[in-house]
């Protein structure tokens, strides 16, 4: 019992100097475990329909747009190289004056169908959407907030016009809610004072109600992406960050909440100071993938991952030259990348202040598009296969069928599958076309695909049929639940 003081002791005294990193994924036995009250609500992964259904469409759409998209990362002459939707911050721009924007917002050639049609194009099955970014314009009438699509030139409810085009097409929405706000003056960064103290109070109840407001007036919504929520006024609150899952929960049964969110009672974030998962889903991928070798502690967890085409820009920015655009090729390995791990992956776009997309984006969206009709049963409703990366590319699967996905065809012209134990290959088919191809198995629990002699210019999905004794121990099923 004195050891396990101790040690409850010193990890508290870790989380207190920071030594413990916000991202604490490393579960503690059960006997070290430290009583939290704004810890993970629910442990392993969720396995309602609506979870099911946030799992299984696996491929989606960002939607930056605010008034960032109107200097479009220039600010008096000068153009900055950060994300756009920062330029306030870069420029060093006073919210008074940066809120002006708003008599310039009119976006003329802005039409949710228009949207909507291109979104089930490229293939996605749900889109998230920036209700209100860190700068506090929000693209739907709040009465809470005098900065809103109401107060422009363009008066109409823009988030509204995008839920029902995105739903008549099918495609979930999400909803990104920024809490950080740099146009309400009630906002702290830090907890330093009894007027701090009660500002920041004050600013949780206007964050409450905006809230409840979006989920009264949209109840199709069918998740909450949080950002800006690193700050230490909110590490210190983390009985709010429990609060607003659970009141978000009530009022729209079956939504789905991501870990950026959430706080515990230490401050640790995404993970709980006992390791658990807060929230639904971690969203701490934001540009990067955890590596399909030495990560796969993360198929035990749903997460979503969220990219960028240029190499930070989320938000509208004119000059794209200014850093390394990705090839929709080197988007849709990312995509495959994450699926593949058991992740979903969510691709941004910013539009323009007109209401248009840029052509690289509508191109992306065409080639990706173009895929995903002819090999998205290999992403869909797909996961972890629990088979070891290949160097030709990635495994999904999807029950007793495996999907191998090929981005580096082998000089020999044969693939390399390597299976667990108790792991039958029984055929090999390729999905465009519907060829059979010759397996061969070589050694025990390692098989040979021969491909088609003739050249292939894009990646392509070989599909095979398994068969599976039962194993314990079995990595594939141990990430299913």
């Known amino acids: 019992m004195k050891n396990k003081f101790l040690s409850i002791f010193f990890f508290l005294t870790l989380c207190a100097t920071g030594v413990v990193a916000q991202k604490q994924s490393q579960v ?23 979870m099911r259904k946030f799992r299984d469409n696996r491929f989606g759409a960002f939607i930056h747009w605010g008034l960032y998209a109107i200097p ?17 911050a870069w420029a060093k721009v006073p919210a008074d ?41 929000c693209l739907w009438p709040s009465k809470y907030s005098q900065y809103t699509v109401a107060q422009t030139p363009y008066k109409k409810d823009i988030l509204g016009e995008l839920v029902k085009a995105y739903n008549d097409e099918g495609i979930d929405v999400h909803f990104y809610f920024s809490v950080m706000d740099w146009s309400n003056p009630d906002y702290r960064y830090d907890i330093r004072s009894e007027e701090d103290s009660v500002a920041f109070n004050r600013f949780l109840t206007f964050t409450d109600n905006q809230l409840k407001e979006l989920a ?11 950002d800006g929520t690193w700050d230490t006024s909110i ?11 659970r009141m ?17 009672d230490y401050g640790q974030r995404h993970f709980d100071s006992n390791g658990h998962l807060m929230g639904d889903y971690e969203s701490a991928y934001e540009r990067r993938l955890p590596d399909p070798v030495k990560d796969l502690k993360v198929t035990r967890w749903d997460w979503e991952a969220c990219m960028t085409i240029p190499e930070n820009q989320w938000g509208y920015h004119k000059d794209w030259s200014i850093s390394y655009v990705k090839t929709p090729l080197e988007v849709l390995e990312r995509i495959v990348h994450a699926v593949s791990m058991g992740g979903n992956m969510v691709v941004n776009f910013g539009p323009q202040a007109d209401g248009d997309f840029r052509p690289e984006e509508k191109e992306l969206a065409e080639t990706v598009g173009s895929w995903m009709k002819k090999y998205g049963e290999s992403i869909y409703g797909c996961g972890y296969s629990g088979l070891p990366k290949q160097d030709w590319g990635y495994y999904t699967r999807k029950g007793d069928e495996i999907y191998m996905i090929v981005f580096n065809v082998p000089y020999s012209g044969k693939l390399v599958v390597r299976t667990t134990k108790g792991l039958q290959l029984l055929n090999a088919i390729m999905m465009d076309g519907g060829r059979e191809l010759e397996v061969a198995e070589t050694t025990n629990n390692e098989y040979n695909v021969s491909l088609p002699s003739q050249k292939l210019g894009e990646p392509f999905v070989v599909k095979l049929k398994v068969t599976e004794k039962a194993d314990k121990g079995n990595k594939y099923k141990d990430a299913l639940t």
């Open 28 to 50: 503690l036995p059960a006997d070290l475990e430290i009583p939290l009250r704004y810890g993970a609500e629910r442990l392993g992964k969720r396995q309602d329909a609506a």
């Open 72 to 88: 479009g990362g220039e600010w008096n002459g000068k153009i900055y190289s950060g994300a756009a939707e920062w330029l306030k």
């Open 97 to 137: 004056e940066w809120l002006k924007l708003m008599d310039q917002w009119n976006p003329t050639k802005f039409n949710a169908k228009e949207w909507a049609k291109m979104a089930k194009k490229m293939g996605v099955k749900y889109v998230k959407i920036t209700t209100k970014h860190h700068e506090g314009f």
């Open 216 to 226: 009264i007036r949209y109840p199709t919504v069918k998740d909450f992406w949080f």
């Open 235 to 245: 590490k210190k609150n983390g009985w709010w960050t429990a609060h607003v899952e």
């Open 248 to 264: 978000l929960k009530e009022m729209l049964p079956g939504v789905t909440i991501n870990s950026r969110l959430r706080a515990d």
